[in-house]
């Protein structure tokens, strides 16, 4: 029986934990890298580079290895049956993809969403304004077909 168990590790469980970690590695990686590009970005737009700005790189380690822990469970608890960790493997392609395109974003694309998000915010803060204002210009319209009739 130990013989039996001892050879399932060696033949499936040992490369299935080699890939997991060599996926975890590469989505570390990629994470580093699209860190030190974001620090270089920020620096050429004369943005701050403060701990709110280090702490996303945190939130999105987390969004990225809680479903990947999950996932490795499952290629474990798969083992058996698939050869190799799939689920994990394609999550951390997944990561990997995101960071790429994250660190070849145009710096100037970056300004024009912070831009936008500054915008959506305003409007979010003067909801109510704005509704007035459109419901006076309705009213105003409205009013003005009425007098042509």
């Known amino acids: 029986m130990k013989d039996i ?7 499936h469980m040992m490369m299935h934990i080699v890939l997991i970690a060599l996926s975890s590695a590469a989505t570390l990686g990629a994470m580093a890298i ?17 701990s709110t700005g280090y702490k996303k790189t945190a939130s999105k ?3 990225y290895f809680s479903p990947f822990m999950v996932l490795v469970f499952i290629d474990l608890i798969c083992c058996v ?7 994990s493997m394609f999550w951390a392609a997944y990561c990997v993809f995101c960071e790429f ?3 070849r974003e145009k710096s100037w694309q970056k300004a024009e969403l912070r831009k936008a998000e500054k915008t ?14 459109a419901a006076q210009i309705l009213f105003e319209t ?5 007098e042509k009739k």
Do not use: C, H, W
């Not at 049956?81 to 689920?87: A, G, H, K, L, S």
């Not at 959506?120 to 204002?133: F, G, Q, R, Y």
């Open 5 to 11: 168990v001892y050879s399932f590790i060696r033949e």
């Open 34 to 50: 699209d860190f030190v590009f974001g620090l270089i970005k920020a620096k050429k737009r004369g943005e701050a580079r403060t």
């Open 61 to 63: 380690a987390q969004k």
């Open 81 to 87: 049956v698939i050869p190799f960790p799939v689920f």
């Open 101 to 103: 395109k994250s660190v």
């Open 142 to 146: 409205n009013k003005k077909e009425e």
């Open 120 to 133: 959506m915010s305003v409007i979010i803060e003067n909801k109510d304004d704005i509704a007035k204002l």
